[in-house]
């Protein structure tokens, strides 16, 4: 895969001072009565219905919707690692080599300390309302390797769940949040950043490989992957909202659907996923 040589020197430069994150955070000091994410990233963020309800039970949301952010990431995880370990047996290349192997060793951190804070808080994500599917694990475990799908789909996944992680560090000064949350998510974002960058750039050589009447013809599916995926990460399913509190009689994803403030959050987290891939001609957009 033709990647920038200059790139794959600078990502794996970067990645070479592995901090592991285990050892890294102060896991002691996780905590449930603060924020996860903050107030304003939540997909029920200034509904009326969900406002009146105690301080309390606004942050056990906050808990709940950023679980269900680190679910996703285990299942993708598991899937790049598993892609990019076996292509690392078979790439010639020392640099690119190099690159998917320092990409599983910081992936596995990432899942380690997902699943350290989810075991330490007791926080759990029914598997209905999970992102996941068995149609698409075994299509991400039989997509070529090398080909403008497998790619572009990895874009989708890795970057989506990365803009919600973001709004962490960027609104702390609005919300007590979490120290342990907080530091993961700057760590996490700081590593992702290297992977987004090697995934863009394997992706956009992909693309530009692929006949354009393939790629008009496959631009379908791709929508409907985004979109898809969009909606069940962006827009918890019913059981999120109950496992976290919330009062059942209430529709509370119909009313997160609804609301101005998290489709205008979710527009602004989607627009640079929605830009790099149009750039490239896939005809993509967010559902509704």
Same mark, same amino acid.
């Given at each position: ?56 039970? #606004? ?37 690119? #080599? ?21 075991? #330490? ?168």
């Amino acid at each position: 895969m033709a990647v920038s040589g200059n790139l794959l020197e600078r990502l794996n430069a970067s990645s070479t001072p592995y901090v592991d994150p285990l050892a890294a955070l102060q896991w002691e000091h996780v905590a449930t009565d603060a924020w996860w994410l903050p107030p304003e990233a939540l997909s029920l963020a200034g509904v009326a219905a969900f406002e009146r309800l105690p301080e309390r039970a #606004r942050r056990r949301l906050s808990h709940h919707e950023f679980a269900l952010v680190l679910e996703t990431g285990l299942w993708l995880e598991s899937l790049f690692m598993e892609r990019f370990a076996r292509a690392s047996g078979a790439e010639p290349d020392p640099l690119l #080599r190099a690159r998917y192997l320092h990409e599983v060793r910081e992936e596995a951190g990432h899942s380690l300390m997902f699943l350290e804070l989810l075991g #330490r808080s007791g926080v759990r994500i029914p598997a209905p309302a999970q992102p996941r599917s068995a149609l698409a694990t075994t299509v991400g475990r039989l997509l070529p390797f090398r080909g403008a799908v497998f790619w572009t789909l990895t874009v989708i996944g890795e970057e989506l769940g990365d803009s919600l992680t973001r709004m962490i560090p960027r609104s702390v000064e609005q919300a007590t949040v979490s120290a342990v949350v907080y530091h993961m998510a700057r760590l996490h974002a700081r590593e992702e950043a290297r992977h987004i960058a090697h995934t863009r750039a394997a992706c956009a050589e992909a693309v530009r490989r692929m006949p354009g009447w393939r790629r008009a013809a496959l631009s379908p599916l791709i929508g409907l992957a985004f979109s898809g995926f969009a909606d069940r990460l962006y827009y918890p399913q019913r059981a999120v909202y109950l496992a976290a509190g919330l009062p059942g009689e209430v529709d509370w994803r119909a009313l997160a659907r609804a609301n101005p403030v998290r489709r205008r959050c979710v527009a602004q987290a989607a627009a640079p996923t929605l830009d790099f891939l149009r750039g490239l001609g896939w005809s993509v957009r967010l559902a509704g």
